[in-house]
């Protein structure tokens, strides 16, 4: 099956920094990738799509100046949290969908900002 | 309400057991619904999708949609350790341009 590849796993961060988590799909061209955030236990909050070439569109609740979103080309989309605090650790997943319409998780980030 | 409600248990099995899984939703728009394996920090797999009502299997897996009661289960028979994960509904209104709604999760464990 289709892979997409999340990096990195883990990242660890001072708070006031800004951290980016990419997200590439491997061996098909995603016209849109999903980025999620979930809690423990709880389920995938869609925080934004993000369409190649054009600005991503946002759910209601979620800072866009917060969380940039980038989807420069068909296999790549990058999350920035910027200046990020405590309550912004959390598990970050994108997903990517490909032609037929499947859709393809990565694996997550965990983000813990101190 | 929410729009799919999932218990997140933990729901826990001796190995061998028949384990039934199941969500329940709100929106009679929705059409398409899959099922989901997450394991511990790690991204969700893709297990079953199916349309409309009816049963799906594959392999040691069964997908059952019930429309009329806007409910849907998932069925492992033969449950192994190595099913032990959070297992997510998901349903949409939509087909190729879905952006699917997700349940919370259900905790699975399965001992040996």
């Known amino acids: 099956g289709a892979v997409v590849s999340q990096h990195p796993s883990r990242v660890i961060c001072k708070s006031g920094t800004s951290v980016k988590i990419e997200c590439r799909s491997l061996?098909?061209?995603?016209?849109?990738m999903f980025w999620y955030r979930q809690f423990p236990k709880q389920s995938l909050m869609l925080m934004a799509t993000?369409?190649?070439?054009?600005?991503?569109?946002?759910e209601q609740g979620v800072e866009k100046d917060k969380f940039l979103i980038n989807h420069a080309s068909l296999t790549l989309s990058t999350l920035t949290v910027t200046s990020a605090h405590p309550e912004d650790s959390s598990f970050y997943i994108c997903?990517?969908?490909?032609?037929?319409?499947?859709?393809?998780f990565g694996e997550g980030s965990r983000l813990t900002v101190l | 309400q929410k729009e799919v409600e999932q218990d997140p248990g933990p729901l826990s099995v001796p190995e061998g057991a028949i384990v039934s899984l199941n969500c329940t939703y709100s929106?009679?728009?929705?059409?398409?619904f899959m099922w989901y394996r997450q394991y511990s920090r790690k991204g969700p797999e893709l297990l079953m999708y199916t349309y409309s009502s009816g049963n799906k299997e594959d392999g040691r897996f069964t997908a059952q949609v019930d429309k009329s009661s806007k409910y849907i289960s998932l069925f492992i028979r033969d449950s192994q350790p190595s099913d032990s994960a959070t297992y997510l509904c998901a349903m949409s209104a939509s087909g190729g341009s879905y952006i699917p709604t997700f349940g919370r999760g259900t905790s699975l464990i399965v001992h040996p």
């Open positions: 061996d098909f061209q995603a016209t849109t």
């Open positions: 929106n009679s728009a929705f059409q398409y």
């Open positions: 993000s369409n190649e070439g054009s600005k991503a569109t946002y």
């Open positions: 997903s990517a969908r490909d032609q037929i319409g499947e859709l393809f």
